[in-house]
């Protein structure tokens, strides 16, 4: 019998039109429009009707000025749109391929979903403005791509895996991709959805959006494609110099004193420190936004003395509010709440100030006025007793019911615009602290979206386990985080959970390992829920002092302490690059050595600025490890003074009492951490 023929192929009806802004195209119901926003960059939405006017929720507001295009439309319906670099070619069905201006060579393209009939740019009405919104492109082998936030899957090439766009503990979604083929890509949409990095397709997916919308620059480097990103959203500003050295943290100082004694201690036995953290429940009562007078008796005293011994204070501020707090029936007539049908609190904890449960809600930054009153809290509580370093903790927000659909936001729906709460959160304090003229200020963050670093945010990992496996995932996940524009960011040294005593030596292996990895990071701060708990205490953990580990693990991170202080004037000077340029001071082999191969698949090493190459040790009781030293430059082993030339894999002895790191032959820097090796 003869094979049955498919029907040819109907082409979709669309039709090009150049507009003020840009090219606009229309196919039935749906109009996309490419325009050029900032240099190399093309901005594309789509919408059913009409593409939204105006600014909305996202990391993308005014065009840039100065952004124009090159539009040429043919007689068949096909079209292109240049702007500088990159060109996007649209052929007569819709379908939009981006390519290299010059070369031609294919960036990204978009690829028909489903059915070839089916558009690449799919967007279904879901209830009310909303649409659930798909966006389809070809995938292409060797392609290699990095960014997306923060996450603990331990890759740095995150080819093949599928990342949830929701903001959660420990994983923080930034939807900005960087492309080893040339490209990045943000994806403008805050609300819920994922993107899936297949082998045979990318798809980017928001469960309720009112249109589709994603920005895409062409870089020829990685380092470029940053540049040009955070010209974009947003440039991180200039790095405390009391922020570059050691922080000192646990899980909590509960009283004045208590925080006290531990900086005259620390002080007294001859250890750098830069911060102290007072952690969450300094408070009587969530949502007060001031210290409980009766354990901290004097804290404008307490941090004038701190300032004068050179010790910072940070402090912990939490976005919840608990129905015992004074500011909670004004917020919540005034509606400054976060608000769902379907629950009557956001989340159950525990306070100081009373026994039993905390009945919590979470203020809604998405509200200016919310913005505005939580600053005024925060600012005659902490502010005014000359605090300038804030912790950011729980704000993903950490709700007992995590879907986003379950909460209303002054902004709008939940699924629309929940992966901004953490932007809004730190705006609130960048907002604040810019009135009152402070000039740098650190805002350390669980989690972040698009944009935030402009706000002075620092990111850290969040609630990890206290265990190799994780400190091996640390490596990628700061390295994307840089990645994704965020070039401020660290970890908890040792892990934050724990369930074994200081005594474990595991744990103690564990923790000098982590001071040699987290020497090399932005932020150097010791933190953890240490075990046991106090015995009679609210959540209150065991001493994490560097001595409360015994002796061994006291000199090893002493000696950590020590390199740091050397290090700072190197950590200070290339922060400004970050700032300037939005390069991070932590990041990949490649960004510095594009042309070397082997680079691009190293995961477990990275740049710490341009001159030191960090090679942590990663595995329980391993001695020795093998590093990959990028070619073209010589290398130097610390330790041992022996020059290296790169281009080669080496393997280095490793004793716990050294850390795993190189320097670039003839580099200043050098000589810095010679003065503190043994």
């Known amino acids: 019998m003869p094979t049955a023929q498919p029907p040819a192929l109907q082409p979709r009806l669309t039709v090009a039109c150049e507009i003020e802004s840009g090219l606009q195209i229309r196919s039935g119901r749906q109009v996309t429009l490419i325009q050029p926003w900032g240099p190399d960059a093309l901005r594309v939405r789509s919408a059913l009707g009409a593409v939204q006017a105006g600014a909305k929720p996202g990391a993308l507001h005014d065009q840039p000025p100065g952004s124009t295009a090159d539009i040429v439309i043919g007689a068949d319906g096909s079209a292109t749109v240049t702007n500088g670099a990159i060109r996007a070619v649209v052929d007569r069905r819709g379908t939009i391929t981006f390519t290299d201006a010059d070369s031609g060579a294919e960036l990204l393209g978009e690829q028909e979903q489903w059915l070839q009939s089916a558009p690449p740019r799919h967007l279904r009405p879901s209830g009310g403005e909303l649409c659930r919104i798909t966006a389809t492109f070809r995938a292409y082998a060797g392609e290699k791509l990095y960014g997306l936030g923060q996450h603990q899957h331990g890759r740095l090439d995150q080819k093949g895996c599928v990342i949830d766009l929701v903001q959660q503990n420990t994983q923080i979604a930034i939807p900005f991709v960087v492309s080893s083929r040339g490209y990045g890509l943000l994806w403008n949409n805050p609300g819920a959805g994922r993107v899936e990095l297949g082998h045979t397709n990318t798809r980017w997916i928001a469960e309720g959006a009112r249109e589709l919308d994603y920005w895409i620059v062409a870089g020829p480097t990685v380092a470029g494609t940053l540049s040009r990103y955070a010209d974009l959203t947003g440039h991180a500003p200039a790095y405390p110099d009391w922020a570059t050295g050691f922080f000192q943290s646990r899980l909590r100082y509960d009283n004045q004193q208590e925080l006290l004694d531990v900086v005259h201690e620390h002080l007294g036995r001859g250890l750098p420190l830069s911060v102290i953290v007072i952690d969450f429940l300094h408070w009587s009562f969530h949502g007060d936004w001031r210290f409980d007078p009766q354990r901290w008796p004097d804290p404008a005293g307490m941090v004038a003395h701190l300032r004068e011994l050179g010790v910072e204070v940070v402090v912990s501020i939490w976005p919840t509010v608990s129905e015992r707090s004074s500011n909670y029936a004004e917020m919540q007539r005034q509606g400054m709440l976060l608000h769902s049908d379907e629950l009557s609190i956001a989340s159950r904890f525990v306070d100081v100030g009373h026994t039993g449960p905390a009945f919590l809600h979470y203020y809604d930054p998405s509200n200016p006025q919310a913005r505005?009153?939580?600053?005024?809290?925060?600012?005659?509580?902490?502010?005014?007793?000359?605090?300038?370093?804030?912790?950011?903790?729980?704000?993903?927000?950490?709700?007992?019911?995590?879907?986003?659909?379950?909460?209303?936001?002054?902004?709008?729906?939940?699924?629309?615009?929940?992966?901004?709460?953490?932007?809004?959160?730190?705006?609130?304090?960048?907002?604040?602290?810019?009135?009152?003229?402070?000039?740098?200020?650190?805002?350390?963050?669980?989690?972040?979206?698009?944009?935030?670093?402009?706000?002075?945010?620092?990111?850290?990992?969040?609630?990890?386990?206290?265990?190799?496996?994780?400190?091996?995932?640390?490596?990628?996940?700061?390295?994307?985080?840089?990645?994704?524009?965020?070039?401020?960011?660290?970890?908890?040294?040792?892990?934050?959970?724990?369930?074994?005593?200081?005594?474990?030596?595991?744990?103690?292996?564990?923790?000098?390992?982590?001071?040699?990895?987290?020497?090399?990071?932005?932020?150097?701060?010791?933190?953890?829920?240490?075990?046991?708990?106090?015995?009679?205490?609210?959540?209150?953990?065991?001493?994490?002092?560097?001595?409360?580990?015994?002796?061994?693990?006291?000199?090893?991170?002493?000696?950590?302490?020590?390199?740091?202080?050397?290090?700072?004037?190197?950590?200070?000077?290339?922060?400004?690059?970050?700032?300037?340029?939005?390069?991070?001071?932590?990041?990949?082999?490649?960004?510095?050595?594009?042309?070397?191969?082997?680079?691009?698949?190293?995961?477990?090493?990275?740049?710490?600025?341009?001159?030191?190459?960090?090679?942590?040790?990663?595995?329980?009781?391993?001695?020795?490890?093998?590093?990959?030293?990028?070619?073209?430059?010589?290398?130097?082993?610390?330790?041992?003074?022996?020059?290296?030339?790169?281009?080669?894999?080496?393997?280095?002895?490793?004793?716990?009492?050294?850390a795993g790191f190189f320097l670039r032959g003839g580099s200043p820097v050098a000589t810095a951490v010679a003065e503190v090796l043994p």
């Open 372 to 658: 505005a009153y939580v600053w005024d809290q925060i600012r005659a509580g902490y502010y005014d007793l000359g605090i300038r370093g804030f912790w950011l903790d729980a704000c993903e927000p950490e709700l007992v019911a995590p879907d986003p659909a379950q909460w209303r936001y002054h902004a709008g729906p939940g699924v629309a615009v929940a992966g901004l709460y953490p932007h809004w959160n730190a705006q609130t304090l960048h907002d604040g602290l810019a009135g009152a003229g402070e000039p740098a200020a650190l805002l350390l963050s669980r989690s972040a979206w698009a944009g935030s670093a402009r706000y002075g945010v620092a990111i850290w990992s969040g609630d990890i386990s206290a265990s190799f496996e994780a400190l091996r995932a640390q490596v990628p996940a700061g390295l994307n985080a840089g990645l994704s524009g965020m070039p401020w960011w660290s970890s908890d040294i040792g892990g934050f959970v724990t369930w074994v005593p200081n005594t474990d030596p595991q744990l103690r292996e564990l923790i000098i390992r982590w001071f040699q990895f987290q020497v090399f990071t932005p932020l150097f701060r010791l933190h953890g829920h240490r075990r046991p708990d106090l015995e009679g205490e609210v959540l209150r953990g065991a001493p994490n002092e560097l001595w409360s580990f015994g002796d061994e693990v006291l000199e090893a991170a002493a000696a950590m302490l020590r390199l740091r202080e050397a290090l700072r004037p190197y950590i200070g000077q290339h922060m400004a690059e970050a700032t300037a340029r939005g390069i991070p001071l932590m990041r990949p082999l490649f960004l510095d050595f594009p042309d070397d191969p082997v680079s691009w698949e190293v995961d477990d090493e990275f740049m710490f600025g341009p001159d030191i190459l960090a090679a942590p040790v990663l595995d329980y009781r391993a001695r020795a490890r093998s590093v990959w030293l990028p070619g073209g430059v010589a290398w130097i082993d610390p330790w041992t003074g022996r020059e290296y030339q790169g281009g080669q894999q080496v393997t280095i002895d490793v004793p716990l009492d050294r």
